[in-house]
């Protein structure tokens, strides 16, 4: 197999990784098991280390093996594992019964925020001819990105919601390796480190309000609003 | 390499402040790392204000003007807020334990502010500017109540949402730079290619900077977490998520508008009015004081911005960094003073407090002080700087923007004087003071001593400027005037 051909294939199949990272990006949004939004994640971690691999591959750069590496070691392994660790397995078992959108709308929305991500993309890939993986990974991280935010904004219960924040953080890995494989290491490693330290403390913080208010459905905590100010200075 | 030291220092504060060493070891240990990092700030901010740079790994680790500024207020205001932390903490809080806990993440939080500056690398600066936010949300839900643990959740939710967009951001600025010949990725490299650089990847990455950090600034419609967070986290903290981390975050944006294609001042101009005039009508209705600066800190970061957008090259910029430079200093000042109404009231609420200029002179004048200089009256920092955009803006023939600007600063200013009056005047409500088992009768020294530190800018640069201070803005107006064309 000449040069040409073994890149073709390995574009092929980055592209193949792409659309498997947007569908579980889907996924995220409609499932409602918390214990299955972890596995989610851990998947789209994974995608994002296979599709570093692919591309390190294609252009060469042996710093995208690290980056992809350090992924998956931080965001499939060491994350879910912390995040078990830190809160009760009763957060785990849980269902989300009450979603501010339902699945179907949801899923719709998420589907239009697809399309945008890909309209977006357009442009800003005419300017590199459009070519190669950036052409898949660019519209994949931004849909990814939009269809992250909309999970964090349905969710109520504080792992799921969290969860959908750190998908945000994958699509933009995603589309950032793609259009910027050249990025420094340490940045990028640095960027995953820093990941980490967020999740200790937002599990901390999951924990106090676990502890303090009895329960970790954090979309029901409303009250500091102007309205809501107008209670009785006694 | 001593610009390596200043962050460096609180860090190694964070370590020392975990010794059980006795209630006072924390915050003696913590003020001395701040103090140091002030001496060494000011030593390379003298050097920097003489037309020289301070590099210690270049392209990553230096120090240009608009740095250095953003530097010696991060400093200044970690002095400060160490200072009142000092006596406020120690009267809160009774556990050792949770002491030292506050100090830890207090130098953690001061760590990331100075290391936002210092970081030459964009992909870097993304890293610190979120340190700023990860160590700062366990000091917003430091009382560990029911609104503070919300105003937590909210304030951390929206800024990794944030962070996520900005990242995005910060790789596509990457690679529009490559696509204009590369170079090393900093704020110099960008500069330097600016002119190359294809306009639909800046103004995308500038966008999704804009957004991502956008949150963090306070701009509107971003700004809902901001009043939560500001206003439930201890006094010395509010002093420094108002005073200077919105800065750090519009810092960042700032750097970026010379980027962008000529004639998108009238775009910045319009995010800017939007802020501050939702503001400044938000600011009337508000029930709660600390609420009232943290909505006045999204007016003046809408009222920076538009300056930056008024144009008037050099000129003009050195108006929107003065105002960064007064509107940080007063600030922190008038959290200090809400801490310190706080400290003897034990309440949060502007019904609940009348006559404090009798009741509690200190804290009263603190609250006068404060709510006069933040308004923008003369003589004060506020106002010399306000009078700096308008004089640029009117030279620019940008009526329409400083017309609004001028009306919104108006309308802020009688709201902020309204609540603050109320609270100043009139008799005691002695059932609602008295039975608040928070309320104490005297401010500590170490928080009478902050106020005092905390004044002297507030007061001082409203009638004199230093020669060095002046010369270290001009050179920082340098860096954010829009380049000219090749």
Redesign the interface.
């Known amino acids: 197999m000449d040069t040409t051909t073994a890149t073709l294939w390995l574009q092929n199949l980055n592209a193949l990784v792409g659309g498997v990272f947007l569908l579980v990006s889907f996924g995220l949004v409609a499932i409602r098991q918390v214990q299955g939004c972890v596995r989610l994640f851990t998947a789209l971690s994974v995608l994002l280390g296979l599709s570093a691999f692919l591309l390190s591959q294609i252009y060469a750069t042996w710093d995208l093996v690290v980056m992809g590496v350090v992924d998956i070691g931080t965001k499939a392994m060491l994350i879910p594992w912390l995040l078990r660790r830190a809160l009760p397995e009763e957060v785990y078992t849980r269902r989300e019964v009450t979603q501010v959108m339902n699945i179907p709308t949801s899923l719709l929305v998420a589907l239009g925020l697809a399309i945008i991500g890909y309209v977006?993309s357009k442009?800003?890939l005419?300017?590199?001819g459009g070519a190669g993986p950036a052409g898949v990974n660019l519209p994949i991280?931004?849909a990814g990105?939009l269809i992250?935010?909309l999970t964090?904004s349905v969710r109520r219960e504080?792992v799921p919601?969290?969860l959908g924040?750190l998908a945000?953080?994958n699509?933009?890995?995603l589309?950032?390796i793609g259009?910027?494989p050249?990025?420094?290491l340490?940045?990028?490693v640095?960027?995953a480190l820093?990941v980490l330290?967020?999740v200790f403390?937002?599990s901390?913080?999951t924990r106090?309000?676990h502890q303090?208010?009895g329960t970790t459905e954090?979309g029901a905590?409303?009250?500091?609003t102007?309205a809501t100010?107008?209670e009785s200075?006694? | 390499m001593s610009i390596i030291l200043i962050p460096a220092l609180p860090l190694a504060a964070v370590v020392l402040s975990l010794l059980p060493l006795g209630r006072r070891f924390a915050p003696a240990v913590t003020l001395l790392a701040a103090l140091g990092s002030l001496v060494l700030t000011v030593g390379n901010a003298l050097t920097i204000s003489r037309g020289r740079e301070v590099v210690a790994i270049p392209g990553w680790v230096q120090l240009d003007g608009f740095a250095a500024l953003l530097l010696l207020l991060v400093t200044f205001l970690s002095v400060t807020a160490a200072l009142f932390s000092w006596g406020y903490i120690d009267a809160h809080q009774r556990e050792p334990r949770r002491i030292r806990y506050y100090y830890a993440h207090f130098n953690l939080f001061t760590f990331a502010l100075a290391l936002v500056p210092v970081l030459f690398?964009p992909?870097?600066v993304?890293?610190a500017i979120?340190?700023t936010s990860?160590?700062s949300?366990?000091l917003v839900?430091f009382d560990?109540?029911?609104?503070a643990?919300?105003?937590?959740?909210?304030y951390?939710?929206l800024m990794?949402?944030g962070?996520?967009?900005a990242?995005?951001g910060f790789?596509?600025l990457?690679?529009a730079q490559?696509?204009a010949g590369?170079g090393h990725?900093s704020w110099d490299g960008l500069r330097a290619v600016a002119q190359q650089m294809?306009p639909?990847?800046v103004i995308?990455a500038f966008l999704l900077i804009l957004v991502g950090l956008g949150v963090k600034v306070g701009f509107v419609p971003l700004h809902t977490w901001l009043p939560?967070a500001h206003s439930?986290a201890p006094a010395p903290v509010c002093a420094l998520l108002s005073g200077i981390k919105t800065t750090n975050s519009l810092y960042v944006i700032l750097r970026l508008v010379p980027l962008l294609p000529a004639g998108s001042g009238w775009a910045i101009q319009s995010i800017g009015l939007l802020a501050a005039g939702v503001a400044a009508f938000?600011l009337l209705?508000?029930?709660?004081y600390k609420?009232l600066f943290a909505y006045s800190t999204v007016e003046h970061m809408g009222i920076i911005f538009v300056a930056a957008g008024l144009g008037g090259g050099v000129a003009g910029q050195y108006a929107s960094l003065l105002q960064i430079v007064s509107h940080s200093v007063t600030k922190s000042f008038c959290f200090f003073a809400a801490g310190a109404v706080l400290f003897v009231s034990g309440?949060r609420?502007i019904?609940?407090v009348r006559g404090l200029l009798r009741r509690a002179p200190a804290a009263g004048t603190a609250l006068l002080l404060g709510g006069l200089a933040i308004g923008g009256a003369p003589p004060f920092a506020v106002f010399l700087s306000e009078f700096s955009i308008f004089r640029n803006g009117l030279a620019q023939g940008q009526y329409v923007g400083i017309g609004l600007l001028g009306l919104f600063i108006t309308i802020a200013f009688f709201g902020i004087l309204l609540h603050v009056n109320r609270m100043l005047f009139g008799s005691a409500l002695p059932r609602?003071a008295e039975q608040s088992s928070e309320r104490h009768d005297h401010l500590p020294r170490t928080c009478q001593l902050a106020l005092l530190v905390a004044a002297v800018p507030v007061v001082v640069l409203g009638v004199y400027q230093p020669v060095w201070l002046h010369g270290l803005i001009s050179v920082a107006a340098t860096t954010l005037a829009p380049l000219s064309a090749p």
């Not at chain 1, 905590?221 to 500091?224: A, P, Q, R, S």
């Not at chain 2, 209705?285 to 709660?288: E, I, L, M, P, T």
């Open positions: 977006f442009p800003l005419g300017v590199s991280g931004f990105l992250g935010a964090a504080a919601l969290f924040l945000m953080e699509s933009a890995f589309a950032g259009i910027a050249e990025m420094p340490i940045a990028e640095s960027i820093d330290i967020l403390a937002v901390i913080l106090t309000v303090h208010i954090v905590l409303v009250t500091l102007e100010k107008d200075p006694s | 690398q992909a870097l993304w890293i979120e340190f990860v160590f949300v366990l839900a560990n109540t029911h609104t643990l919300e105003a937590a959740w909210k951390i939710a990794f949402m962070a996520a967009i990242l995005l790789f596509v990457f690679w490559e696509q590369g990725y294809p639909v990847l995308a939560d439930q938000l209705q508000v029930k709660d609420r309440t609420e019904a609940s609602v």
